[in-house]
């Protein structure tokens, strides 16, 4: 059984400050790892995917892989009221389908 | 460009009623997926259609739920009869095609079965 793992949280950060959001998976063969957004009672929007071992960085956001430790991490710097939701991890095994974790929710307070 | 759309956007029915509901994915898509949200939870994936052929079923609760995508393009999910634990988010998604990272989600079917 595959699996995608998150803490559920609330995850509370103050305006400005640093939300680290973690995620493991169980699949060595897992090929490429999302995050969604998803506000409360609306439909998740993809924010970043990564596919390679390493950062990548799109505005304030910035994407941790690391496949040895089977780990993905989202970093959101400069954190604001807007960003509080849900951040859904997803990982994209070998058969195409794509599984999501349970979700964080973040509470960024002014 | 016009999003993906589904409807109904509410349905509350009683247990062991059927309910269908319906999916128009992005135009040109190729790749329709059907998840289940319950709440507090992550999407599950239902099924995955790639043009009008499914490619992933295996978690579809295939004595109860159905689905279809007739000419490739739209698609509707059915529940027959339904039971309390179906009450959940319906989310319909569509991506270019298989390859394509990037999935679009309408914005669902709040199903509650009573």
């Known amino acids: 059984q595959k699996e995608v793992e998150q803490n559920s949280g609330p995850l509370s950060v103050p305006e400005g400050a640093i939300a680290s959001l973690n995620c493991t998976y169980s699949?060595?063969?897992?090929?490429?790892f999302f995050w969604y957004r998803q506000y409360s009672g609306k439909s998740p929007e993809l924010i970043m995917f990564i596919y390679s071992n390493g950062d990548k960085e799109d505005g304030r956001f910035t994407a941790q892989l690391n496949k040895a430790s089977q780990y993905v991490s989202l970093l959101i710097r400069d954190s604001q009221p807007s960003d509080s939701a849900t951040y859904l991890c997803?990982?994209?095994?070998?058969?195409?389908?794509?599984?999501f974790g349970t979700g964080t929710r973040l509470q960024v307070f002014p | 460009e016009a999003g993906v759309a589904q409807s109904p956007r509410y349905k509350i029915i009683e247990k062991r009623q059927s309910v269908a509901f319906w999916c128009n994915p992005i135009?040109?898509?190729?790749?329709l997926y059907w998840y289940q949200q319950i709440l507090g939870q992550g999407p599950k994936l239902l099924i995955q259609?790639?043009?009008?052929?499914?490619?992933?079923d295996s978690q579809l609760p295939k004595d109860r739920f159905s689905a279809e995508r007739l000419k490739g393009v739209d698609s509707t999910l059915k529940i027959q009869p339904a039971k309390l634990e179906d009450s959940a988010v319906y989310l319909c998604a569509s991506s270019a095609d298989r390859a394509n990272e990037k999935l679009f989600f309408g914005s669902g079917t709040q199903l509650s079965v009573l």
């Open positions: 259609f790639q043009n009008n052929g499914v490619v992933d």
């Open positions: 997803a990982v994209r095994y070998n058969t195409d389908k794509l599984i």
């Open positions: 699949d060595r063969g897992s090929q490429s």
């Open positions: 135009s040109g898509h190729a790749t």
